[in-house]
């Protein structure tokens, strides 16, 4: 944590009475949407490999349905909090409309750490928490999909929980699901390339080509895995990257000022997903502070590893020469941040915007597996950009016409699109 006392929900809170403001929402319809309409907190008891019992807390919160079922992660994480969680899924609500998907907002968790347990706990855990909650989620309620460390077999695992209690097969009930088990190739690819599809518009925008550019990325999970991978592809150069060691409790940041090699790094990572040190070291990396990735004089920042990372103690750190911030995690800039970077007039891509595309293709998913019928990659790949596309241009159209900071011209356009369902539904006046 950077900024001691930082609540994730009071952030998103503030963020939402600020748009309240522009759009000059009613008190009915702000009361509405400054908090989730439901939420579930309860026990995961688990009998571990040792024969002890553990019990696991765990959540999920369900912000607003109003345009569809609701949508969103669940992250195991040893310092979950409900505040968190709360944030998270009231960020969904938002994600799911700028990008204009008939889906509402939730978000799960389960306070724990994966890395300390084995395969077999994490399959108890996955399936307790479906148990807990199988009532009040489900493919028209509300539907689960993977996060910060889950992944496919966690999603399959929770699907066979609830299918058995369901008494039936589901499919709907939960997406990132492995391919050729009702799961959407791309759907791995999916968050980190997004990210870059809005990044490639933005440096349209800023007249740059992308073979001129440099990266900075935060993270080395699925996120800034596949991010990093799409701007190699557009031409772009990453310099830096930092990534969690499990071992030091603490993260590093790898320079290499020709460039990283994406795939020299994924082989030298240890089984907890950490870059090995020694090893990176030896290939010439230089092995830097963990908030160096922040000072690198690059064109774009990438913060992609959790919320809370460029703060009011840390954005002074942010070089010149930055043009973007392409937030690939959700809420990784508190709100004082937020306002020197709009100062600065730094390109900001917001975290529900540039990361929307792991929830787009879940819903490519669900509309797969609806038809029983699976696009290839190309197809689910060329559907993504599309969406990414025209959402970004939605969002920087109405920040040029009304001279908005990019992160408000898109929760204008996802707060309107949410209130305007309530009041068609009749919730709110
Ligand atoms: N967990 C991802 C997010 O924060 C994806 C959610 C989903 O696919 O439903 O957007």
Redesign the pocket.
Known sequence: MKDSGFNPFEMAQSQFDNVADILDLNDGTRELLRNPMREYHFNIPVKMDDGSTKVFRGFRVQHNDARGPG???IRFHPQETVDTVRA?SMW?TW?CAVVDIPLGGSKGGVICDPHNLSAREQEQICRGWVRQIARDVGPFAD?????VMTNAQHMLWMLDEFEAIAGGRFPGFI??KPVGMGGSLGRKEA?GYGVMYTVREALKELDLAPEDTTASVQGFGNVAQHAIEAFHLMGGKTICVSCWDQQDQTAYSFRKNDGIDLDELRNMTDHFGGIDKEKAKAAGYEVIHADDWLKQEVDILVPAALENQISKETVSRISEKVKIIAEGA?GPTTPEADAVIKDRGIFMIPDFLA??G??T??YFEQVQCNMNYFWGKEEVLEKLDMKMTDAFHAVSEMARKYKLYMRDAAYVIAVNRVAEACRDRGWVS
């Open positions: 949508k969103g992660g998270l969904m994600k539907v689960p999909a993977p996060d997406t990132g968050t959700n990361n929307a792991g929830v293709c879940s």
